[in-house]
């Protein structure tokens, strides 16, 4: 469940740095609530002009695993640092907002697919929630 974890926020890099999900690989890692949520944030970076550069710093976490139920699903939390990330309006930086904390708490679920692979299926940011 890292791995799919961790495979979405690179794939989603990749993403962002474009904005478009245009020759990556994130519906290998992410579906559902998530994928949704993904390619609509894209859509209105892409719309807005906007890119982002730089790498997203992770501390993820497993919490609740349940491989009894169908399919079997994960929890996972993290800690989401923003120091190296930069967005971009036609090529010229943006400012983060003022109230945007640079350390801020992530949650997901994953779910373990018959292929046995895991993907995330919701992932909500608790800006709120400083870490």
Known sequence: ????????????????????????????????????????????????????????????????????????TAQLTDCIDLADWQETRDGEPLPMPSEQPMRYRASAMAEQWEDGRWRIITYTPHGEQTC
Request: no cysteine; glycine share 10%.
């Open 1 to 72: 469940m890292l791995a799919a974890y961790r495979g979405m926020w690179r794939e989603q890099a990749v993403a962002y740095r474009k904005a478009s999900p245009e020759g990556t690989r994130l519906e290998t890692y992410v579906s559902g609530e998530a994928l949704a949520m993904l390619r609509l944030d894209l859509r209105q970076m892409k719309e807005a002009g906007r890119r982002a550069n730089g790498r997203v710093g992770h501390e993820p976490e497993v919490g609740r695993v349940d491989l009894d139920a169908s399919p079997p």
